[in-house]
């Protein structure tokens, strides 16, 4: 039995292997562009024979069966084996930064729908005011009760936890300096290193000494709303913030050092949110880098250069830096665990595994992965199974990206800028929200569906959605790439009305010239 790609299936629909699974020994490549890790590093195994055919998708579930889903989230985040490493009350980036984020922008979501589409659809509400304090409030407990469930898991499955910072003393080594000062070392069988990112400081002059500078954590622990804010930085976490913000009321101009923000999404999205982020009242100083920030009596200066050379700046109670992360491996002392790294990037081939047999490392910490809370849960469960004894591999081709700005974006697969680059033959697709009854109903019909796919066979190579739950809708694009499913295929799948997914059909239709409800 074969399927539509030709790989020969067993008859539970599995692929056939032809060769034993890969073990630990295959090697951790690192990019030549890429400077030699330290020379205490230990040496990349050698390189083994990959199996044959890809390994069957149902990877998690085989794992769930065999030893129960907790085990497979627990490992995503933690050490496995029952230890668990932490460093103390320090929360995993997604309770620290993705989540609080989110309630941020549903109270600034709520807020602006009130103020813009209230009176239109009959919901006049007299003084709408800001409580920025409660905002906070909610924030906190929504990210205490997902806290307090994780350890109430760990507690369940009877997972022992260890309060206390750890650092390699030796291959598959660990000391654990703990809170009240003692140590302890230990071993394992395995390993997972999972400690995450953290914001990243750029070797801007005046940023550390100005108390006013603040990064994304604190960004979301501010006791006051700030009248003015400066965003340093066109990226995810510095637009989302922005979005939030300026709908609370503080003035928002973000400066940038390339000409366009949001390089990941295709350019058809980044156009729609800018326009709409301008009509909120945030300003824009693309090609405009920052040289330095000074003291002011608002709070601090922002001083940069313009492409034609001219200093420009931007004063503001906060300046909120949202240059990017870095892994958080610092205090880690890898090289004394003989774990090859770039500049602290650990690592990994593609069942997360180190040089160091039986060491993993999975998410932010790991050089050339997406950090996305989503990209490395699906690491850790990969370590998981290869762990146990499966054969599991990461395979970022199906990651969405999301940027839960406003209107909210997300996008898997190649972008139309990286079909060109690559020279691919490939047709577009798109869809205007304006046209589907159950977005104009949400948000006046503001945004697009874009799909990409290859002109000979029709086969999805990225879709992209800016507009109401374009980050819910953004799931079918990546199972169409996983199924390697063609336009046909989707247009041929009946999708319920009304709905905003409608558009993700109307999409496919006009990819093919047979569109329905606009122009081909």
Not at 75 to 87: C, G, N, R, T
Not at 434 to 457: F, P, R
Not at 460 to 465: D, E, R
Request: hydrophobic share 40%; proline share 6%.
């Amino acid at each position: 039995m074969e399927n539509k790609g030709g790989k020969r299936l067993a008859p539970t629909g599995e692929p056939v292997k032809t060769t034993p699974p890969a073990t630990a020994a295959d090697e951790v490549k690192i990019p030549a562009e890429q400077p030699a890790p330290a020379e205490s590093a230990a040496p990349a195994p050698a390189e083994t024979a990959a199996p044959a055919a890809k390994p069957a998708k149902s990877r998690g579930r085989r794992l769930w069966d065999d030893y129960g889903y907790l085990l497979v989230t627990l490992a995503a985040v933690f050490v496995l084996f029952k230890v668990l490493l932490q460093l103390a009350y320090v929360p995993s980036g997604s309770m620290e930064t993705t989540i609080p984020t989110k309630c941020l922008l549903h109270s600034a979501e709520l807020l602006e729908d009130i103020k813009n589409q209230g009176k239109e659809i009959g919901v006049e509400v007299e003084g709408v005011k800001v409580n920025f304090p409660q905002v906070i409030a909610h924030k906190n407990a929504i990210s205490k009760q997902l806290t307090s469930g994780v350890a109430g898991l760990l507690k369940l499955n009877k997972v022992k936890k260890i309060d206390g910072e750890a650092a390699f003393v030796g291959e598959k080594r660990i000391r654990v300096t703990k809170p009240d000062g003692s140590a302890e070392e230990m071993t394992a069988d395995a390993i997972i290193v999972a400690t995450g990112s953290v914001n990243a400081v750029p070797p801007i002059p005046g940023i550390r000494e100005n108390p006013n500078c603040i990064d994304s954590t604190g960004a979301l622990s501010l006791e006051k709303l700030p009248e003015s804010m400066v965003v340093i930085g066109g990226g995810v976490i510095g637009l989302e913030l922005a979005c939030a913000y300026a709908a609370f009321g503080t003035r928002i101009t973000v400066v940038e050092a390339m000409d366009h923000m949001l390089p990941m999404l295709d350019g058809d999205l980044t156009a729609v949110g800018v326009a709409h982020m301008k009509k909120m009242g945030i300003a824009f100083a693309l090609e405009c880098p920052v040289q330095a920030v000074e003291p002011s009596p608002v709070g601090a200066k922002v001083v940069c250069t313009t492409k034609s050379g001219d200093t420009v700046t931007f004063e503001a109670e906060k300046v909120l830096v949202a240059i990017g992360r870095k892994a958080n491996t610092a205090s880690l002392d890898l090289e004394a665990g003989g774990i090859r790294n770039d500049r602290g990037r650990i690592l990994v081939n593609d069942r997360m595994q180190t040089n160091v047999p039986g060491v993993y490392a999975i998410g932010d910490c790991v050089f050339g992965k997406a950090q996305l809370a989503h990209t490395a849960s699906a690491m850790g469960e990969v370590a998981a199974e290869n762990i146990m004894g499966h054969d599991s591999t990461y395979d970022e081709s199906t990651n969405p990206t999301c940027v839960y700005m406003e209107p909210e974006a997300a996008s898997v697969g190649l972008t139309e800028e990286q079909c060109k680059a690559k020279g691919l033959d490939y047709k577009v697709g798109k869809f205007p929200m304006s046209a589907n009854g159950k977005a104009l109903i949400i948000n006046g019909g503001e945004g697009l569906v874009k799909i990409i796919s290859d002109a000979k066979y029709g086969e999805v190579l990225g879709m992209h959605i800016i507009g109401p739950r374009a980050t819910d809708l953004i799931s079918e694009g990546a199972l169409a790439i996983r199924l390697e499913a063609t336009v046909d295929e989707l247009i041929s799948t009946i999708h319920s009305h009304p709905t905003v997914t409608e558009t993700i059909r109307e999409a496919a239709l006009n990819a093919m010239g047979r569109a329905i409800h606009t122009k081909n």
